[in-house]
């Protein structure tokens, strides 16, 4: 089962520069606890934005560059969309979607379940999550409105399921 797991500001920005615009503490235990263990899929940039290969996950990279390779027995290479979707969209593991952009508007279609990071700030970014028909899915779960204590941020967790 194919999930997307995306932290989301008011106007829909992601990032910039392939960069993350805001840190909120509770967002990244949240993102590691829920992806911990399991497989993760993200395009190249995305990839090479983390600090390094994260522990307790398989890293599935979607690149078009046929000579693109990672020294790590934690990240599988894919080339192909469809190979891709092949693998792991009828897979009973859940399989996260973590960005960026393209990656999440090829993918967003087949997504079973959305974990939201809502946040109540409009950010000035160059990338954009796709729009969402939100009477697709059901909600699961919706937290209160939270604070970050650092920056002021505030924000709601929202996990959705396809209806």
Known sequence: MISVIVAVAQNNVIGRDNKLLW???????????ITSNKKMIMGRKTFESLPGVL??????VVTRDENYNVNSDQVTIIHDL??????????EDEIFVIGGAEIYKQLLPYAQKLY???????FDGDTYFPEVNYNNYKTEYISEQLTDEKNG???????LTRI
């Open 116 to 122: 939201l990071t809502k946040i109540g700030t409009s």
């Open 153 to 159: 941020l505030n924000y709601t967790f929202i996990d």
């Open 55 to 60: 522990p307790n996950r398989e890293h599935i």
């Open 23 to 33: 840190h909120i503490s509770e967002d990244l235990k949240r993102f590691k606890k």
């Open 82 to 91: 469809n190979l891709l979707l092949e693998k792991y969209l009828n897979c």
